[in-house]
């Protein structure tokens, strides 16, 4: 157990659907974040929170849309995804942007 | 960004026997961690090291940080089934400079 958990922990959807996934943190860390693993890639990082204020955001499509609420909690809202973006989205959350990162399980997408 | 070279790729080792894999870079990193991810889940923290030179153990894992804080390699002693999975590096040097390497596939013969 991480304190870092994940809903849904898989998820198929077509490409006109919108869908949510959902991270939350039980460690009282103050940044949390959002990466992307492909099959034989490097983790790809997504977007950083710091405070619920994002900090980054590396050249990710708009079809994907982050949304921290609270520093416990991190979504990433999905619509009109791609094939190629089927995927392992997973959530991290660290007490400092600079801190050591601790993973949640992850949401395995499908997009047909 | 520039990426970590992670080595080797995989390996198949039998039961009992020791393993190394390595990370390297051209850039320097603060911090240097090694995590491993079992299928279908996501990674868990196994080892960090904040200064170079350092070598940190975890049980029968063992880890070193580089003397010029561009490399760390992560030894296994005594292998045993359960330590199939993927190990991954990360070096990190501030909140948008965490790089990962591609990963260690690790396969235990009993």
């Known amino acids: 157990e991480t304190g870092v958990t994940q809903t849904p922990r898989h998820l198929v959807m077509g490409m006109t659907n919108k869908k949510s996934l959902k991270c939350e943190q039980h460690?009282?860390?103050?940044?949390m974040y959002w990466y992307k693993q492909s099959a034989k890639k490097p983790l790809e990082l997504m977007f950083v929170y710091s405070l619920e204020e994002r900090v980054e955001n590396n050249s990710v499509p708009s079809r994907f849309s982050p949304e921290c609420p609270n520093s416990s909690h991190l979504f990433l809202h999905l619509h009109t995804l791609q094939p190629e973006d089927s995927a392992l989205y997973l959530c991290a959350s660290s007490q400092g942007v600079q801190e050591t990162q601790y993973f949640g399980p992850g949401t395995r997408l499908l997009v047909l | 960004g520039q990426q970590l070279n992670q080595s080797p790729q995989s390996m198949f080792i039998q039961e009992g026997e020791d393993v190394s894999m390595n990370c390297t870079s051209s850039?320097?990193?603060?911090?240097w961690l090694w995590y491993k991810q079992d299928p279908g889940e996501g990674p868990v923290l196994l080892i960090a090291l904040y200064k170079a030179g350092e070598l940190t153990s975890n049980g029968r894992l063992t880890a070193q940080f580089g003397i010029t804080r561009k490399d760390s390699f992560l030894n296994i002693s005594a292998s045993i089934p359960s330590d199939v999975g993927i190990y991954f590096c990360a070096g990190q040097s501030g909140a948008d400079d965490m790089r990962f390497g591609a990963g260690t596939r690790l396969t235990v013969k009993p």
């Open positions: 850039s320097i990193f603060n911090t």
């Open positions: 460690l009282g860390h103050n940044a």
